[in-house]
């Protein structure tokens, strides 16, 4: 049986379709990746990845064997958890991918719990999935994360997670404090009680956008679709943690997902009067995948601090 190193080489190239970031993901050298390959590929008597578009991609039988090492990995994490939670273990690891914009959100509030309960638990939190976190969970790189339910995920990856719904979460507008509306809006403190904006209004004013991402254009589209325009961009980002922090500079508008508001407690956030963004937060893990306590304790952690409205605090 292939040892468990060994299972994360390939799994990191299938899910990052590349020997290079897969080496530097792993902290191996590129030429013993493409070493490993050649030598599965002799040990299979088969080819693994076909190169297309700058990007590998598996055969139909390098398909079998990822699925195959899928299930091995699996097996192993969920005999391991299983065993821990024999022994009643408060130790081990989790790993948990989040995004850089609702970590502060999330983890300020539920991780001072979960540390008092399982304070030998070594947490690893993911911020970053150029891939997403679904693939990453997938493949067994992550054991939870949090995802919005419309983010474009393909068929086969969405098959194989289990999806529990958390809360539902949408866009604002929000206009810099030099801005007429700003200062109008600070008569109504909370941003939840002001009148929803008309996005046409402010057709004409300078925008701070974010790279579109693959993942989530839809979403993105169907947001701007009652308003029949494009945002004149002022400013294009590759990530979106700093474009509060312009709008405040009073670089431009910029339409920010409700977290930032609830997160920051300040600003001059609008809701919008043709809204179709609505869209939902998960927790995600992989079908047939043995959740240990721990696990189980920091999902109902977040399940229980969202049913008492610790996250949407004003």
């Known amino acids: 049986m292939i040892n468990d190193r060994k299972l994360d080489y390939l799994l990191k190239i299938a899910e990052t379709r590349s020997i290079t970031s897969a080496a530097k993901a792993l902290?191996?050298?590129?030429?013993?990746?493409?070493?490993?390959?050649?030598?599965?590929?002799?040990?299979?008597?088969?080819?693994?990845?076909d190169y297309e578009n700058g990007k590998l991609t598996p055969t139909f039988t390098g398909e079998l064997i990822i699925e195959s090492f899928k299930q091995q990995k699996l097996l192993e994490s969920n005999l391991q958890r299983a065993l821990n939670d024999a022994r009643q273990s408060k130790s081990g690891r989790i790993t948990i991918?989040?995004?850089?914009?609702?970590?502060?959100?999330?983890?300020?509030?539920?991780?001072?719990?979960?540390?008092?309960?399982y304070p030998h638990i070594q947490l690893t939190i993911n911020t970053k999935s150029e891939n997403g976190f679904e693939s990453m969970v997938s493949s067994g790189s992550l054991d939870l994360a949090f995802v919005?339910?419309?983010?474009?995920?393909?068929?086969?990856?969405?098959?194989?997670?289990?999806?529990?719904?958390?809360?539902?979460?949408?866009?604002?507008?929000?206009?810099?404090?030099?801005?007429?509306?700003?200062?109008?809006?600070?008569?109504?403190?909370d941003w939840r009680k002001r009148p929803p904006v008309d996005l046409n209004d402010f057709k004409n004013e300078p925008f701070i956008c974010t790279t579109p991402s693959d993942r989530h254009k839809q979403w993105e589209a169907d947001i701007l679709k009652p308003y029949n325009f494009r945002p004149k961009e002022a400013i294009l980002l590759t990530e979106e943690s700093a474009v509060f922090s312009l709008v405040q500079a009073g670089v431009g508008f910029a339409l920010l997902q409700d977290y930032v508001a609830y997160s920051y407690r300040r600003g001059a956030f609008f809701r919008l009067n043709q809204d179709n963004s609505k869209a939902t937060l998960c927790?995600?893990?992989?079908?047939?995948?043995?959740?240990?306590?721990?696990?189980?304790?920091?999902?109902?952690?977040?399940?229980?601090?969202?049913k008492k409205g610790s996250f949407f605090r004003f």
């Open 97 to 117: 991918g989040i995004s850089n914009g609702r970590a502060p959100m999330f983890l300020s509030i539920v991780l001072p719990d979960f540390k008092k309960e």
């Open 27 to 49: 902290y191996v050298s590129q030429p013993a990746l493409s070493q490993f390959v050649s030598s599965l590929e002799k040990d299979y008597d088969t080819k693994i990845f």
């Open 283 to 306: 927790v995600i893990y992989r079908k047939g995948f043995q959740l240990s306590k721990a696990m189980v304790y920091f999902i109902d952690l977040v399940k229980e601090h969202t």
């Open 148 to 189: 919005m339910d419309r983010a474009d995920v393909p068929a086969k990856v969405k098959e194989g997670l289990v999806y529990e719904p958390l809360f539902d979460y949408y866009c604002l507008l929000a206009a810099p404090p030099t801005h007429p509306i700003a200062r109008e809006a600070e008569k109504i403190p």
